[in-house]
């Protein structure tokens, strides 16, 4: 069975961190593209960044310089540091894994910027 669970989100003020992890299991992880995406009341869901089986990263403009995602092959997980948090960051926000021909999405984790 195909997993993947997302953890660390949670509630923190404009300019804390979080750091989101996201273990795997069902999957051959280290050939599998990782990324994180999120979706905020009534919008809908983007990608914020995306790695790939060879250490490629991606960003959406907005996070840039602000989170990192990165991964551990050997741990089967994927992370997403979250610098610098604003409001406007605040989102559930989902692992998935793409491989050749399946795509696998986890359950959420919310992530919540307020004062």
């Known amino acids: 069975q195909v997993q993947l669970v997302e953890s660390g989100g949670g509630l923190v003020q404009p300019g804390g961190s979080l750091r989101l992890s996201c273990a795997a299991s069902?999957?051959?992880?280290?050939?599998?593209?990782m990324g994180w995406y999120r979706q905020a009341p009534g919008k809908q869901r983007e990608l914020v960044a995306d790695?790939?089986?060879?250490?490629?990263?991606k960003y959406i403009d907005s996070v840039k310089g602000r989170f990192t995602i990165s991964r551990d092959n050997a741990k089967n997980t994927v992370y997403l540091q979250m610098n610098s948090l604003k409001p406007e960051d605040t989102a559930l926000y989902y692992c998935?894994?793409?491989?050749?021909?399946?795509?696998?999405w986890g359950q959420g984790t919310q992530v919540t910027v307020s004062s």
């Open positions: 069902g999957i051959f992880f280290s050939i599998y593209t």
């Open positions: 790695i790939t089986s060879g250490g490629s990263t």
């Open positions: 998935n894994g793409r491989g050749a021909i399946m795509n696998y």
